[in-house]
């Protein structure tokens, strides 16, 4: 009797313990020769409220001030989102947070494509999991 109960404790730990992994945020990255770039997706378990997302771009370009204003696109599998007429801060930081309603989950798999455009110039970098 004693085996049984310990086995099913067990089994709810090994359980709860698979669920807290895939709660996780996932963290993409990549860089190109101005910008690097991080996306973190949390998982929501309500996908009417969308998925947090946070988009943290640097840039390490050698002129901070030929950027100006900038935007940025970023292409995924389950949806799109962007921001337009934006700025760097005075460490050539810019970070933005949002919910995006996406038709699907966000995956590890996922590799998600960044469009920056700025002072005539465009870059696109592939983002991966780490």
Not at 75 to 85: D, F
């Amino acid at each position: 009797m004693m085996k049984r109960i310990f086995f099913i404790v067990f089994t709810l730990f090994l359980m709860c313990g698979c669920q807290a992994k895939d709660k996780e945020p996932l963290v993409f990255t990549g860089k190109s020769d101005n910008w690097t770039v991080k996306e973190i997706v949390k998982p929501s378990s309500d996908k009417d409220k969308g998925e947090p997302k946070t988009i943290k771009l640097t840039y390490t370009g050698k002129d901070m001030k030929s950027v100006g204003e900038f935007s940025f696109k970023l292409e995924a599998p389950n949806g799109q989102w962007g921001v337009s007429i934006i700025e760097l801060d005075k460490k050539g930081k810019f970070e933005k947070k949002t919910n995006a309603i996406v038709n699907r989950e966000t995956l590890k798999s996922d590799k998600p494509i960044i469009i920056l455009k700025w002072n005539d110039k465009k870059e696109e970098i592939t983002l991966k999991n780490k």
